[in-house]
């Protein structure tokens, strides 16, 4: 019988052969992304991404990606909140609803935006008739994005909430305090480590939305053609040059690595205010 050495007690007791398809996965992650960064031609990189078309894309998303996340902080705040307040078997369901567009294909997605506000939806039909049109345009992308990007913040959020309790809130009531009072001044200040990854990890989500974004807003530039459109436009030989469009997957892939360094410089913090 062979005692634990330090080595075991460290890592554990799982089989050395799990290496094997452990480094296979982790190359199928990483090599792809290195191939998209060997792509790039640095020598024309800054004039591909200041570029009228690919600024034009640039610009658009991050416009709707700004707006996307206010409007999830706006209604993401009070549903994390009603979530992580309710009693559990209702918390179980609501957050299953919220995880749906997770799990949902974009282009389901950008599907049952169209049912809804096209012109023939159930809400389209009302729109229409006092002259308010949604699909293709640029309001209709900030809508498609906060569509996929809202659970991302509510989910985050919720989780701090839950792991803060409900402790201060009740000492700050029991000296007096109001509930807008409470919210401001004790509940968001305790889990705003929670809320900035959340906001953080919206923004990211935004700016990369695709599928409900073709279907529901279209590929206009200038209107509704966000980075995402403007790659696949330009890899179908249309729009934007190839390098141009590689130009911009590096700079997505640059903001998803700089998203998740922010989220991990935050995540300390939370674990502490938990």
Known sequence: MRH????????GFAPRLLLVPAVLGLALLIVPLTALVGRVDWSTLWADITSPE?????GLSVLTGAIATCVCIVLGVPLALLIARAEHRLAAVLRAVVIVPLVLPPMVGGVALLFLLGRNGWLGRLLADVGVTLPFTT?????AQTFVALPFLVL?????????????????AALGAGRWRIL???TLPLVAPGLLAGIVLCFARAIGEFGATALFAGNAPGVT???PLAIYTAFNGAGIGQST????????????IAVLLLVRAWRPAAEVAA
């Open 139 to 143: 309001a209709a992308v900030v809508i």
């Open 54 to 58: 690919a600024l034009s894309a640039l």
């Open 4 to 11: 634990p050495d330090a080595a075991d007690l460290r890592h």
């Open 245 to 256: 469009a590689v130009a911009l997957s590096l700079l997505l892939l640059g903001t998803a």
């Open 225 to 227: 053609q966000t980075m």
């Open 156 to 172: 985050a959020l919720e989780g701090s909430l839950r792991g803060a309790g409900t402790g201060y809130e009740h000492a700050a």
């Open 184 to 186: 401001w001044r004790v």
